[in-house]
């Protein structure tokens, strides 16, 4: 039984393989961006140097995500990411990224409490328990992989799949959200 409390860690070979050191098989960047969505901290060393080539590997992953059209970071967010490598900003940066984050998925999780908590008279209005269905699903969406919120991930089998409408919902919630982010 693998112990998830310490990170996992990938051993990179001189021929660029990366091989799980718990599983003893050898791993892809996507088999190792599934283990960070279901809350796993991982952790890439160099065989040969011991160097730490976490920070590499996972911007790597996120620069393949964003070429696929999964963009997540709005154009004005890289670039001031860019131009904080150059500026005073640069020291301050990773401490405001992580708080901002963190704020995130704190609203997230007190907004979902807070909905289910609150007994709502709006529960008898007709189409509200559709309302509540939809936005529950975007929060699982968008919280699901994210370690220490509760939200239960992917649908489960005896949900229904989220309509071409839902998604387009989503997206334009989610284009506002980013919105938002790039302006703080």
Do not use: C
């Amino acid at each position: 039984m693998a112990d998830t409390d310490k990170p996992l860690l990938i051993k990179r070979y001189a021929s660029r393989r990366l091989y799980n050191t718990e599983t003893s098989d050898y791993v892809t960047l996507e088999d190792i961006a599934g283990f960070i969505r279901q809350g796993r901290e991982v952790q890439i060393v160099d065989l040969k140097t011991g160097d730490d080539l976490t920070r590499q590997y996972l911007l790597q992953i996120v620069a393949e995500h964003e070429s696929k059209g999964e963009s997540v970071l709005p154009v004005d967010v890289l670039t001031d990411l860019v131009r904080s490598y150059a500026t005073g900003m640069q020291a301050v940066m990773p401490q405001f990224l992580a708080s901002s984050f963190e704020m995130l998925r704190d609203s997230q999780a007190k907004m979902v409490e807070n909905l289910a908590a609150i007994p709502n008279p709006l529960a008898a209005v007709p189409g509200f328990e559709a309302l509540r269905k939809q936005q529950e699903a975007f929060l699982k969406t968008m919280m699901g992989g994210v370690p220490g919120w509760g939200g239960s991930g992917p649908a489960k089998e005896d949900e229904a799949p989220a309509s071409t409408d839902d998604i387009a919902d989503i997206k334009k919630q989610l284009a506002e959200l980013q919105k938002k982010l790039s302006k703080l």
